[in-house]
């Protein structure tokens, strides 16, 4: 196990852009197609690595071949001591795809401009889903990209290289691995590791507060999504009430024509600020917790592949006892037990190292996600402020 | 006989809907020349005014009074006594009085008297300038179960010469403002004036405040009733003509109120309401009116679209009132999760900015909750207001329509008589020919009375319409640069606790 040295620290850092510094393994995400259900997308590297065959070039990917490539590195003995990124949740459209069908149904209610306003948003929406999904895989292959260990891995450069279809190779390493490690792992669950008698004050503490931080931040992801999703109903509130001022604007022939006319170029204004500050919102908290609670995920699940070893390990002492009474094999069972011992010491070393660096990593980018979501809602409250003043100062003019 | 020396009447402002051709106040100009010859014969009570007119009226009565209400005079002894009594169904053929009517003897016109006090009226207010202030507080539950009620304390502040004092309030319960409303629609509306409409009734919110139910629904409701009713009379008064109306004058004045008990939904005057209203629609549908107005048809046309797009801009303030309170109850349950992830936190600089986050993200929630309820009273009541009002505009080209078509069917009927009247002339029937002679002069003096008042209700209407516009825009613009400033100030609210958090977030190590 390598040491983290101070460059790849600095890679582990923060949630998204940071990542992909180092020069000898460059890897992005340019460009994505969606159709109907599926996204193609496009994995671009460029590398100075002798690994590769050529130093740039781009393959097409779906997200299984993500999760088949997650589920390969979380199946790998050798890799039971690390966090393994978490997985890129599925591109979900159905939120925007439903709207979208309801904004159809409705569209004998609203005014031309208002339906084209509206499905405006909708495409916007769909936009978002788009992008952050994108980055979201991004973000994933990254992770890895600048993972000393993991950037190593034979199936990560397949991944990366292999120019034809992964899924007849994802077909195999099913049958291979089976999921056999991955199923005992899920259903082991929090009854094995928090069953373990823990030695180590280290990962007893790690322990606990992973077991109770995950639920947390599990609940604080979804309070953040209904915030956000209230700020998008109010914009959707404010192109309604734009539309229809507009129209009896259009019809009104007293000096109140002029301050409909600004009051509905307002709404429609504040409308647009709204919707950046829902989107915002989105992608500094509400993203960033989700994130951070899918990578404790991950860190849970590198403490249940300790207790497993641990597991292992008091078996093995288990067996070599009963192999010394009965007098019979007692080499073997030394040998399994020092195996056991090796593994379970290895992998406690390097947990402990990736716990560390990953408490840094997540207090580094709650700091910087948190600080932007600030900058962002003082600089929107004080785009409202001067969108609002300006009129009232009109109207009052007027 | 001349009737131009008959002196108007002294202190006495009774009016009634003329008939048989004759004014009461006839103009000198118009007389002579338009006075067939019978009139002289009808004509009673030349010597006397006052009492004898009284009596003319009496004769009268059983025929053509038959739904009256009681006539008013503004004579202050006999003023409680003769303020109409609520809402009759049926047009009553009852003018307003005005405090100060002079016959208009040397006056030429060729509408209604008083029509024209009613300019006058309105310039003697440039006298008395318009400063009045009502305030509607303190909602103090009576009673108790079902027959408990909210009285409400109904404060005016003036400095009119109208009013007898210059700051005084009384109590008034809901069915007080409606009969109040009540008796001004049926005094007012077939004439033309446009009475602002009094707020809705609502079981439900009622019934909760009645069984004691002490939550934050019931609180609006009582909260929302109390600022429309405080809005009502403040729209009310506006009005030059209601302003002086004796009836809104006892409203504001008297300590004790005879109980509306007409007001109540199911009490037979409620159910007689109904039944009108549902005609009234029928007949809407059915009248075919000939019109000649474009001014008329275009403003109809205008209020019909306006009506559509009010409701719809009323939906949509509504539905922001329901997501930003939305938006407040997620914000709450957001700082309170961040809360506990902040304690569950053991990074120590992160565990305080999440704390800190949590505690901005409460001051935030209380913030919308600020802002949903200006939303509402500002703007989603504003807009409440106006779609009334619009009915009520709406009512008043209807009333015309009625006009006009009570014209149209006493014209209908003259022809009728006049053709039977001309049949007659060949029978040898000398008391058939006079009575029908007879009709034929009543129903001329209908027809032209119907044209006048048509006239009448139309030149009110083109008055009100345009000072109901003037005032549409003002109470307008206040409003909403009340809200807008409302919007301001909780932005500016929120850059204050965001800049406050941002040292926090930085703080971070």
């Given at each position: 196990?390598?040491?983290?040295?101070?460059?790849?620290?600095?890679?582990?850092?923060?949630?998204?852009?940071?990542?992909?510094?180092?020069?000898?393994?460059?890897?992005?995400?340019?460009?994505?197609?969606?159709?109907?259900?599926?996204?193609?997308?496009?994995?671009?590297?460029?590398?100075?690595?002798?690994?590769?065959?050529?130093?740039?070039?781009?393959?097409?990917?779906?997200?299984?071949?993500?999760?088949?490539?997650?589920?390969?590195?979380?199946?790998?003995?050798?890799?039971?001591?690390?966090?393994?990124?978490?997985?890129?949740?599925?591109?979900?459209?159905?939120?925007?795809?439903?709207?979208?069908?309801?904004?159809?149904?409705?569209?004998?209610?609203?005014?031309?401009?208002?339906?084209?306003?509206?499905?405006?948003?909708?495409?916007?929406?769909?936009?978002?889903?788009?992008?952050?999904?994108?980055?979201?895989?991004?973000?994933?292959?990254?992770?890895?990209?600048?993972?000393?260990?993991?950037?190593?891995?034979?199936?990560?450069?397949?991944?990366?290289?292999?120019?034809?279809?992964?899924?007849?190779?994802?077909?195999?390493?099913?049958?291979?691995?089976?999921?056999?490690?991955?199923?005992?792992?899920?259903?082991?669950?929090?009854?094995?590791?928090?069953?373990?008698?823990?030695?180590?004050?280290?990962?007893?503490?790690?322990?606990?507060?992973?077991?109770?931080?995950?639920?947390?931040?599990?609940?604080?992801?979804?309070?953040?999504?209904?915030?956000?999703?209230?700020?998008?109903?109010?914009?959707?509130?404010?192109?309604?009430?734009?539309?229809?001022?507009?129209?009896?604007?259009?019809?009104?022939?007293?000096?109140?024509?002029?301050?409909?006319?600004?009051?509905?170029?307002?709404?429609?204004?504040?409308?647009?600020?709204?919707?950046?500050?829902?989107?915002?919102?989105?992608?500094?908290?509400?993203?960033?917790?989700?994130?951070?609670?899918?990578?404790?995920?991950?860190?849970?699940?590198?403490?249940?592949?300790?207790?497993?070893?641990?597991?292992?390990?008091?078996?093995?002492?288990?067996?070599?006892?009963?192999?010394?009474?009965?007098?019979?094999?007692?080499?073997?069972?030394?040998?399994?037990?020092?195996?056991?011992?090796?593994?379970?010491?290895?992998?406690?070393?390097?947990?402990?190292?990736?716990?560390?660096?990953?408490?840094?990593?997540?207090?580094?980018?709650?700091?910087?996600?948190?600080?932007?979501?600030?900058?962002?809602?003082?600089?929107?409250?004080?785009?409202?402020?001067?969108?609002?003043?300006?009129?009232?100062?009109?109207?009052?003019?007027? | 006989?001349?009737?131009?020396?008959?002196?108007?009447?002294?202190?006495?402002?009774?009016?009634?809907?003329?008939?048989?051709?004759?004014?009461?106040?006839?103009?000198?100009?118009?007389?002579?020349?338009?006075?067939?010859?019978?009139?002289?014969?009808?004509?009673?009570?030349?010597?006397?005014?006052?009492?004898?007119?009284?009596?003319?009226?009496?004769?009268?009565?059983?025929?053509?009074?038959?739904?009256?209400?009681?006539?008013?005079?503004?004579?202050?002894?006999?003023?409680?006594?003769?303020?109409?009594?609520?809402?009759?169904?049926?047009?009553?053929?009852?003018?307003?009085?005005?405090?100060?009517?002079?016959?208009?003897?040397?006056?030429?016109?060729?509408?209604?008297?008083?029509?024209?006090?009613?300019?006058?009226?309105?310039?003697?207010?440039?006298?008395?300038?318009?400063?009045?202030?009502?305030?509607?507080?303190?909602?103090?539950?009576?009673?108790?179960?079902?027959?408990?009620?909210?009285?409400?304390?109904?404060?005016?502040?003036?400095?009119?010469?109208?009013?007898?004092?210059?700051?005084?309030?009384?109590?008034?319960?809901?069915?007080?403002?409606?009969?109040?409303?009540?008796?001004?629609?049926?005094?007012?509306?077939?004439?033309?004036?446009?009475?602002?409409?009094?707020?809705?009734?609502?079981?439900?919110?009622?019934?909760?405040?009645?069984?004691?139910?002490?939550?934050?629904?019931?609180?609006?409701?009582?909260?929302?009733?109390?600022?429309?009713?405080?809005?009502?009379?403040?729209?009310?008064?506006?009005?030059?003509?209601?302003?002086?109306?004796?009836?809104?004058?006892?409203?504001?004045?008297?300590?004790?109120?005879?109980?509306?008990?007409?007001?109540?939904?199911?009490?037979?005057?409620?159910?007689?309401?109904?039944?009108?209203?549902?005609?009234?629609?029928?007949?809407?549908?059915?009248?075919?009116?000939?019109?000649?107005?474009?001014?008329?048809?275009?403003?109809?046309?205008?209020?019909?679209?306006?009506?559509?797009?009010?409701?719809?801009?009323?939906?949509?303030?509504?539905?922001?009132?329901?997501?930003?309170?939305?938006?407040?109850?997620?914000?709450?349950?957001?700082?309170?999760?961040?809360?506990?992830?902040?304690?569950?936190?053991?990074?120590?600089?992160?565990?305080?900015?999440?704390?800190?986050?949590?505690?901005?993200?409460?001051?935030?929630?209380?913030?919308?909750?600020?802002?949903?309820?200006?939303?509402?009273?500002?703007?989603?009541?504003?807009?409440?207001?106006?779609?009334?009002?619009?009915?009520?505009?709406?009512?008043?080209?209807?009333?015309?329509?009625?006009?006009?078509?009570?014209?149209?069917?006493?014209?209908?009927?003259?022809?009728?008589?006049?053709?039977?009247?001309?049949?007659?002339?060949?029978?040898?029937?000398?008391?058939?020919?006079?009575?029908?002679?007879?009709?034929?002069?009543?129903l001329e003096g209908k027809v032209q009375q119907g044209e006048r008042d048509f006239e009448q209700i139309s030149k009110t209407i083109r008055r009100e319409v345009s000072r109901f516009e003037k005032e549409r825009v003002k109470d307008f613009k206040m409003i909403i640069v009340k809200y807008l400033e409302s919007l301001v100030q909780t932005q500016q609210q929120l850059i204050k606790y965001w800049e406050a958090f941002l040292p926090e977030a930085k703080a971070i190590s």
């Amino acid at each position: 196990m390598t040491s983290i040295d101070d460059s790849n620290k600095e890679k582990l850092r923060s949630v998204s852009v940071d990542l992909n510094n180092d020069t000898s393994l460059l890897i992005d995400i340019p460009d994505a197609l969606c159709e109907r259900d599926k996204v193609k997308f496009t994995v671009h590297t460029k590398t100075t690595l002798s690994t590769f065959q050529k130093p740039d070039f781009s393959v097409p990917r779906q997200h299984e071949d993500f999760i088949w490539l997650h589920d390969a590195l979380v199946e790998t003995e050798d890799y039971a001591g690390l966090i393994i990124p978490p997985a890129p949740p599925k591109p979900d459209f159905e939120g925007p795809r439903e709207k979208m069908h309801k904004l159809g149904e409705g569209e004998s209610t609203m005014t031309k401009e208002e339906y084209t306003k509206m499905k405006q948003e909708l495409e916007a929406e769909y936009l978002a889903v788009f992008k952050k999904t994108v980055q979201v895989h991004e973000v994933f292959l990254q992770r890895l990209s600048s993972h000393p260990v993991l950037s190593k891995d034979r199936n990560f450069q397949i991944f990366l290289e292999y120019d034809q279809d992964l899924s007849v190779r994802r077909k195999n390493a099913k049958e291979m691995f089976g999921g056999f490690f991955k199923n005992m792992v899920k259903s082991a669950d929090e009854v094995l590791i928090s069953g373990i008698k823990e030695v180590d004050d280290f990962f007893e503490q790690e322990k606990t507060f992973l077991l109770d931080y995950f639920s947390k931040i599990k609940d604080s992801t979804a309070k953040a999504e209904k915030m956000t999703r209230s700020h998008k109903n109010i914009a959707d509130d404010y192109i309604h009430i734009s539309a229809t001022l507009n129209s009896i604007c259009a019809e009104d022939s007293t000096p109140n024509k002029k301050n409909l006319e600004k009051l509905s170029d307002l709404f429609e204004r504040l409308r647009k600020v709204e919707g950046r500050v829902a989107s915002d919102q989105e992608l500094k908290l509400t993203e960033l917790l989700r994130y951070y609670m899918r990578d404790i995920q991950a860190a849970k699940d590198l403490l249940y592949r300790r207790a497993r070893a641990l597991v292992d390990y008091e078996n093995s002492n288990k067996a070599l006892d009963k192999a010394r009474l009965k007098g019979k094999d007692i080499a073997q069972a030394e040998d399994h037990q020092r195996q056991c011992l090796q593994k379970f010491d290895k992998l406690s070393e390097s947990a402990k190292k990736e716990l560390t660096s990953f408490k840094g990593r997540r207090v580094v980018a709650f700091r910087k996600n948190l600080i932007e979501m600030a900058e962002l809602e003082i600089k929107h409250a004080k785009n409202n402020v001067s969108l609002l003043q300006g009129c009232v100062d009109l109207l009052k003019t007027n | 006989m001349a009737d131009t020396a008959r002196d108007p009447p002294p202190d006495r402002t009774d009016f009634h809907e003329v008939e048989d051709g004759e004014d009461l106040f006839p103009e000198p100009s118009a007389a002579p020349e338009s006075q067939p010859a019978s009139l002289s014969a009808v004509d009673i009570s030349t010597n006397s005014n006052g009492p004898k007119q009284d009596s003319f009226f009496d004769d009268d009565n059983e025929d053509l009074f038959a739904e009256a209400t009681e006539e008013v005079s503004l004579d202050s002894p006999e003023r409680d006594v003769l303020l109409s009594d609520g809402p009759s169904p049926a047009i009553t053929p009852i003018t307003p009085p005005t405090s100060v009517i002079t016959p208009r003897i040397g006056h030429q016109h060729d509408d209604m008297f008083t029509h024209s006090s009613f300019d006058e009226i309105e310039e003697e207010e440039g006298g008395d300038s318009f400063d009045i202030n009502i305030s509607v507080s303190d909602p103090e539950k009576i009673g108790d179960g079902m027959n408990a009620y909210m009285a409400y304390k109904v404060t005016t502040k003036t400095s009119m010469s109208l009013f007898k004092q210059r700051d005084f309030s009384v109590k008034r319960r809901f069915s007080d403002f409606l009969g109040l409303h009540g008796k001004l629609a049926s005094k007012y509306l077939h004439i033309g004036y446009i009475v602002p409409p009094a707020p809705e009734k609502s079981i439900v919110g009622m019934t909760k405040v009645k069984v004691g139910k002490e939550d934050q629904s019931s609180n609006e409701f009582v909260e929302k009733r109390r600022s429309a009713l405080e809005r009502y009379l403040m729209r009310t008064v506006k009005h030059p003509i209601l302003l002086k109306d004796p009836d809104v004058l006892q409203f504001l004045e008297s300590t004790e109120l005879p109980r509306a008990v007409n007001t109540q939904a199911l009490s037979s005057a409620g159910i007689l309401r109904m039944v009108n209203k549902a005609a009234d629609a029928v007949n809407k549908m059915t009248i075919k009116m000939n019109e000649s107005d474009a001014w008329f048809e275009e403003k109809q046309q205008h209020f019909e679209n306006l009506d559509v797009q009010l409701k719809k801009l009323h939906a949509s303030v509504e539905s922001l009132v329901c997501h930003r309170k939305e938006l407040s109850v997620n914000t709450a349950q957001f700082a309170k999760s961040a809360a506990m992830l902040g304690n569950s936190e053991d990074h120590t600089a992160l565990s305080r900015a999440l704390s800190q986050l949590a505690e901005v993200e409460e001051k935030i929630d209380q913030l919308h909750q600020d802002q949903a309820n200006a939303d509402l009273y500002l703007f989603s009541e504003l807009l409440g207001d106006y779609v009334r009002l619009i009915s009520a505009v709406k009512g008043v080209f209807d009333q015309r329509m009625k006009t006009w078509q009570k014209w149209q069917d006493s014209q209908m009927l003259l022809q009728k008589k006049r053709e039977a009247e001309a049949k007659l002339q060949f029978t040898n029937k000398p008391d058939k020919l006079q009575q029908a002679k007879d009709e034929i002069k009543e129903l001329e003096g209908k027809v032209q009375q119907g044209e006048r008042d048509f006239e009448q209700i139309s030149k009110t209407i083109r008055r009100e319409v345009s000072r109901f516009e003037k005032e549409r825009v003002k109470d307008f613009k206040m409003i909403i640069v009340k809200y807008l400033e409302s919007l301001v100030q909780t932005q500016q609210q929120l850059i204050k606790y965001w800049e406050a958090f941002l040292p926090e977030a930085k703080a971070i190590s």
